[in-house]
């Protein structure tokens, strides 16, 4: 991917894609599925200026695995790859990965 830095409080985020049929196994077509709403975080901007003009970090980092709302985001295309990019404040939750 070419490098892109996004500005302030803005995230990239690749879509992971969905499941291609359901539990009974019907295959369902491209024009039936919905766009997934989890993603992985591809680059994070600097963070968002706070009141006082520090810069506050963001809570997500690129490689995070994320869930966002139905119409979050800009979509772009960036070397072909079409992706999002949102404020941070659009993503839901970061998907953990540990087992208790």
């Known amino acids: 991917m070419t490098k892109f830095r996004p500005l302030h409080d ?3 985020v690749r ?3 969905s499941e291609q049929k359901t539990a ?8 039936a599925k919905e ?6 975080v591809i ?10 003009g520090h810069v506050v970090a963001l809570d997500v ?17 960036i070397d072909g790859e ?3 990019i949102m404020k941070e404040s ?7 990965c540990s087992k208790h």
């Open 10 to 12: 803005r995230v990239v």
């Open 15 to 17: 879509r992971l894609e």
């Open 24 to 31: 009974g196994g019907i295959i369902i077509p491209d024009t």
């Open 35 to 40: 766009k997934p709403m989890e993603g992985e």
């Open 43 to 52: 680059a994070v901007g600097p963070g968002a200026r706070n009141e006082q």
């Open 61 to 77: 980092k690129a490689g995070d695995r994320v869930l966002f709302g139905k119409w979050s985001g800009t979509e772009v295309k």
């Open 82 to 84: 079409e992706l999002l």
């Open 90 to 96: 659009d993503i839901l939750g970061v998907i953990c």
